[in-house]
């Protein structure tokens, strides 16, 4: 990966800045107990983590027509609830602080929706970021590649500009078909131009000064 060009850092929000797990099984659990469905399955646990709400809604409840009863109780159960579950991964701040001093754009593109912005406000991540490009800010969410090239446009840059760090086929994907740079955070089996398992070792991959004194 040659980083030489490189002018953003684009992070995915689940488990990449957070680990999610903890917070999400508890939302979808609880959600699903109101419909008398059982808890997520790992698979199941595996496939939502990628997802937009509304596949999620899809996928774990397939036999409804109508999914309007579901949303109706995702809003009354609210996301806000499980936001202080999400546990912030050790160095994001660091990291987010070296590549604004490098001069680079910072970025997020998530396949959350409506609820990034309490993740930023709850986390104290508000200022930490240049752009923030959710699922509902584009045509198409991830794997498509709507949202880094919206990112692009934002800042007129070419591809080979911007890296992505994310930890699933989906972020693979959307990368690969925007034709960016993609750093896989802890998924040794994913493919990628790099691997990473921690905020350091991405700012070492990045040749940031903090992390190459």
Same mark, same amino acid.
């Given at each position: 990966m040659d980083t030489s060009?490189?002018?953003?850092v684009v992070f995915d929000c689940d488990g990449v800045m957070f680990d999610t797990a903890l917070a999400n099984r508890k939302f979808?659990?609880?959600?699903?107990?109101t419909f008398n469905k059982a808890?997520?399955?790992?698979?199941?646990?595996?496939?939502?983590?990628?997802m937009t709400v509304k596949a999620a809604v899809e996928y774990l409840y397939p036999e409804m027509?109508?999914?309007?009863?579901?949303?109706k109780m995702i809003k009354s159960i609210g996301y806000e609830s499980v936001v202080p579950l999400m546990l912030m991964e050790p160095g994001l701040i660091e990291l987010l602080d070296a590549i604004k001093q490098a001069g680079l754009v910072r970025g997020v593109a998530t396949n959350r929706t409506n609820t990034m912005g309490r993740v930023l406000i709850e986390h104290k991540l508000k200022k930490s970021f240049d752009i923030v490009v959710t699922a509902s800010d584009?045509?198409?969410?991830?794997?498509? &590649?709507? !949202? #880094?090239?919206? *990112?692009?446009?934002?800042?007129?840059?070419? &591809?080979? !500009? #911007?890296?992505? *760090?994310?930890?699933?086929?989906?972020?693979?994907?959307?990368?690969?078909?925007?034709?960016?740079?993609?750093?896989s955070f802890k998924q040794p089996a994913l493919e990628a131009h790099a691997h990473a398992v921690s905020m350091d070792e991405v700012g070492e991959l990045l040749?940031?000064?903090?992390y190459n004194s």
């Open positions: 060009a490189i002018k953003a979808y659990n609880d959600l699903l107990a808890p997520l399955d790992d698979e199941q646990f595996k496939n939502i983590h990628m027509d109508d999914h309007q009863p579901v949303y584009v045509a198409n969410p991830k794997p498509f &590649p709507d !949202q #880094l090239e919206k *990112i692009m446009g934002a800042y007129a840059l070419v &591809p080979k !500009q #911007l890296v992505f *760090i994310g930890d699933s086929i989906y972020d693979k994907k959307a990368a690969e078909s925007a034709g960016t740079w993609f750093i040749k940031l000064s903090k």
